[in-house]
Every structure is written in C-alpha cells, then in structure tokens.
C-alpha cells in the first residue's frame, strides 16, 4: 500500500470519526454551557472562591475575571520554575532563568505552548505536572468560556449580560476537558505511549556506551495538549517522538483529538443561536480552507526540488518514517490549522511551498478550525467583518443573527484581527534589523527570513509550534516573543468580548428583504473569502520574500 492511500485511508478514519462524535458532542457542549444546574464539585469550587455561580455578568466584570486569573496564574508558574530546586521530584535540575521562566509562564497561561528549551533536560515532573499540565486544561478552558461568551451575546436580547466567567472556566474543566483527557490518556497508554514518574532508563547502546533515555508522566500531558490545542510537550521532539506518538494509530487519535473540539463547537453555535444552519456555514468554511491546505502540503512534500529529495522520492529529511510524507503533513496542518503547535515532523524541512502551509495556516488567524474555543470566536469576528464588507457595497446598516452591528461593534473586531499582524510584522522587523539574529539563523536569504516570521507568527497566533532553524534563548527572543504572546492572546480576547457586551444589550431586528442571510452557500463564499482577502493584504508582501521566494527558487 503506497503512502499515499495510507494517508488517505487516515483521512477517511478521521472523518468518519469526527463525523460520529460531531452532533452528540456539539450538542453536549451547548448544554454544558446553557444548564442551571451546577455539580456538587463546582458548587465546592464556588464556595471555595467566594463566587455566586447564578449572578450573570457584563462583558467588563467577565473581561476582569480573565485578566485577573490569568495574571495569577502567570505569577504561580513563574515563581514554581525559580523555585523548582525545592519542588519534588525535580531530578536536581535548577531554578530556569528569569527570561525563560517569564517565557514559559506566558507561553502556557496564553494557551501557545512556546518552548525555547529541553523539556526533558530543565524542567522536572512537578513543574511539568502541576504546572504545565493544569495550565493546559484551564488556559483551554478560558478559550471556550470566551467563545461561549460571544455566542450568548448574539443569543441573548437587551440584557448585557454574557454568563459568569467563573462557572463557563470550571465546567469546560469538569464537564468537557478532564473526562475526554482521561479516556484518552488510557487510550494512549494502551497504544504504547508512556507513562512514568522515573526520570530515565539507563541503557546500553549499540556502540557500547551508556545512555539514559528520558521518561515522563507524558500520556497525561500529551492527550492534553491536543484535546486543548496547547502544543507543549513534556520531550523536546514532542509528538515525533515514539514514547509520545508510537505509531499510525496513536496519530490518528491525536489528529482527532486535536481538531474534535473546534468543530464541534461549530454545532455549539447554531445550537445556541437557535439556527444550527448558521453553525454548518462556519464548519463549511473551516474544512474547505483544511482540505485545500492538505491538498498543497501533499503535494509539495511529494514533488520537491533538489537532486537529493527527487532521489529520495520525496522530501523525506525532517519526517518519521513511521509517519511518512502523508501523515506528518496531515498533522501539519491540523496542528496550525488549530493553536496546537504540536508537531510530528520538522516544517524546518518542508519544502518551500510545503513550509509555506503551515505558516500560513496561522497567518490566517487559526480559524481554520482554530483552537479551542479561539477558533470560534476568530471566525465569528470574520463573520462580523464579512457583513459589514457586505453592508458597505448595498448601502445598508449590516445585521448578523439579528444583531445590527454599528460602530462599537465592528471597531472591536477590527481591533480583534488586526493585533496578531501587528504583533507579526512589528515583531520580526524588530529582530531581522538586529544585527545578533544572524546568529541565532542556522540558514540566511529567504528561508531564514521564513524562520523568525514563523517564530513570531507562532507566538502571535498563541499556536506554539516551531519552525526550527532559530535560536531563541537570548533574552530579546525571550522576552519579544512573550509579549507577543501576551498581546496575541488577550488583547483580541477583551475585544471580543466587548464585541460580546455590545450585541447583547441590543435587541433582535426582524429580518428583512434586505437582510443579508448567512446561511447559505452564499455568505459561506463570502466569509471565505474575507478570511482569505485579510491574510493576503496583510501579508503578501512578506511572504513574497520568504517561503515563496523560496519555492521559486
């Protein structure tokens, strides 16, 4: 069986999966975010924090409530990397430094997941347990609580109020991450990923030498950091890495896991909203865009330039064999299609056009299906620019879910989708124009220009995977890519939900016959197109110089 058919027999396995758990799970999720009834745990949860789990709140104390347990959370991590020496089961592995920890601490509260280090080599299992691991469930979980929120400002009428940040955190914990994680992580274990709190095992190698092969509690954290698009893995060759992803099986279940949770919330929506139509549009969009991107990274990676790949039947340098050229693109994808940045193969090593694909997966926004609960709510705001862009060419106020959407709204989804470029462009210009990044570049020209524009695209993006090829551990890349990080993540949050805040105090319009409708093949193309028009006027001409100078080449 060539590796092309296997590729697509996993496809297939992986849409019909998908397709299964779709609706039940879709379905579940509305209802986790709709009940009034809370669990005896979360009531606990409640009691201990001092919080009214019935008050419903306005998108300023929602947005406060983000902030304020994000930065804490920020602080603990920080402070457990400093402290790790008196932490247990730390392996006498020391205090990380300032700029890392920093680095670190932002990189996992802001869902993205950025390493600059050797997992296995600086951090030891209680930082990476109680640490890491815990901001993988609730960094996601503040993803969904924010999406949900933007749903039930266009489900709700006059009331300016968008639910309780509070209880939207710890039911995505208890009643969608940790059961899911927990079957999983029994899964992966039975598939042959690890699981240990030893530090290593001491071999002999076959060159007679002493080894140690490190070892981690890695099943827990590795269904994790798919289930909630986080990306970081407990070794540095993260999901290449036989111990973490053993074989086709165990790939499959990662993909799946990767993307079940940002297209199922596509049914969430239109669940929520009373129109599941208007759900299956977003969900049309964001599996065109994916297909097309499989369909490119397939076959770039199989047509490459070069004597040595053309011999090789492929551009095979970078990949498992395990995996191949099909599979390791397919996880390419979903994991820059989503804020995953997971990876099972080096995209250093792609071709041009294959390199090409997943940097532009997140120049795009990551809405294709985006993260948890991140890609919702970027789609969402493209909708809003969609309608507006629509309502400019007929002469007409816009309206979305019978919602107008006037200057308040459609200020904050421009301030949404115009962050992430600003934290790209401004960001890497900043380092291509110091002298000490040729340095830290293991190639120059255009594919050295592709390795810092992918770094700050990953941290922008809050995606986390990384190109390679760049040295980041200076403190300028330290500290440049956090607040790329930061600014990535929370300043598009607070603009949507002030987003959320304005569409909620309206009332609902009727339709009319001029009203734009949004549930069709129409509105489908045009929101396509939006996504795509935005990401090319923004980046096309840095692209040009980069991973397409190369392709052409």
Known sequence: MSSLTVGL???????????????????????VYTSEKHWRVEKAVYRLVRIDGDAQQRWTTYAAGVLGFSVMSIALLYLMQRLQPLLPLSFGR??????????????????????????????????????????????????????????????VAGTGRIGNFWVDITRGCTRVLLPIAVVAAVLLVALGGAMSLASGIHVVGLDGQAHTIATAPIA?????????????????????????????????????????????????????????????????VMVAIMAVMTAVVWWAESHPNGAATLAAGGALEGKETRFGLFLSGLFAVATTGTSTGAVNAMHDSFTGLGGLVPLLNMLLGEVAPGGVGAGLYGILVLAVIAVFLAGLMVGRTPEYLGKKLGRREVTAAAISILVMPTMVLLG?????????????????????????????????????SAFAGLTVTSDFFQIALGLAMLFG????????????????????????????????????????????LVAALTFLPALALAPIAEALA
């Open 9 to 31: 027999v996993q496809v297939g396995l992986l849409i019909l999966a998908i397709g299964v758990v779709y609706r039940p799970l879709g379905d579940y999720l509305a209802h």
């Open 94 to 155: 020391g205090a990380v430094e300032p700029a890392m920890a920093f680095n670190t601490a932002v990189s996992f509260v802001t869902n993205t997941n950025w390493q600059s280090y050797v997992p296995e080599q600086v951090l030891g299992h209680t930082v990476q347990m109680a640490g890491l691991t815990v901001q993988n469930f609730v960094s996601a979980a503040v993803g969904m609580a924010v999406a949900i929120a933007l749903v039930r400002g266009f489900a």
């Open 220 to 284: 827990s954290q590795e269904v994790i950091k798919d289930l909630g698009t986080n990306g970081g893995g407990v070794l540095n060759a993260n999901s290449a890495h036989p111990f973490s992803n053993p074989g086709g099986i165990s790939n499959l279940l990662q993909i799946f896991l990767i993307l079940v949770i940002p297209l199922a919330l596509t049914r969430t929506f239109g669940t929520m909203v009373g129109d599941r139509r208007q759900g299956r549009v977003l969900l049309s």
């Open 428 to 464: 890497a210009g900043i380092a291509l124009a110091l002298p000490s990044t040729e340095d830290a570049l293991n190639n120059i020209g255009a594919h050295g220009l592709s390795e810092v524009l992918y770094a700050f695209a990953s941290a922008g993006n809050n995606n986390g």
């Open 489 to 532: 993540r929370f300043v598009p949050i607070l603009a949507v939900l002030m987003l959320a805040g304005a569409v909620a105090q309206q009332q609902r319009v009727p339709a009319t016959a001029g009203t734009l409708p949004t549930t069709g093949p129409l509105f489908a193309g045009l929101l396509g197109g939006t996504v795509v």
